[in-house]
């Protein structure tokens, strides 16, 4: 986790000496559009992990465990699977709700699978977007397609936590 916020900082670091050496006022278009982002994102970032909080509190912590529990094997993967598609939210829901159901007992693997599903079959985008844009044909051969990746997700990662990394 640590490399992730260094390189991000790298990057950042990179960026931001290449705006400098420009003249075309990059630099201050980048700090303008940053700090814009950066104005909307904190509020609901404190918001979202506020929920969180109130969500490990009030979440039905045993029967989480239960269903989607470490030992719950494929059934926990394929229910994760099957809430993961059914939340309809952006990541500022649905990353506070995982984390909250992973303080409940909720194990890695389904919460990936869980996340996977959200990730891939978000219902409110196929409705708003895909469906309406791309067509029912697109829809249908990508949901086709990938349909078995949030289960995979999840088996996966009980490989991996099974061979220690």
Do not use: N
Not at 92 to 101: G, Q
Request: aromatic share 8%.
């Amino acid at each position: 986790m640590i490399y992730v916020a260094v390189g991000l900082w790298v990057g950042v670091a990179v960026l931001l000496f290449v705006a400098s050496r420009r003249t075309g006022g990059e630099m201050q278009l980048g700090l303008t559009i940053a700090g814009g982002h950066l104005r909307s994102m904190v509020p609901r970032v404190m918001l979202a992990l506020l929920m969180a909080g109130f969500l490990a509190q009030l979440l039905p912590g045993e029967l989480l465990a239960t269903w989607l529990g470490t030992e719950s094997g494929w059934t926990g993967i394929l229910t994760g699977s099957v809430v993961g598609i059914l939340v309809p939210a952006g990541g500022v829901i649905a990353f506070p709700l995982a984390l909250a159901m992973l303080k409940v007992g909720v194990g890695v693997p389904p919460l990936v699978a869980f996340i996977t599903a959200w990730a891939v079959f978000a219902i409110h985008r196929m409705a708003a977007f895909e469906l309406p844009m791309l067509g029912a044909r697109f829809l249908v051969i990508r949901l086709g397609s990938s349909f078995m990746l949030p289960p995979l997700a999840g088996f996966l990662t009980t490989l991996v936590m099974a061979a220690g990394l």
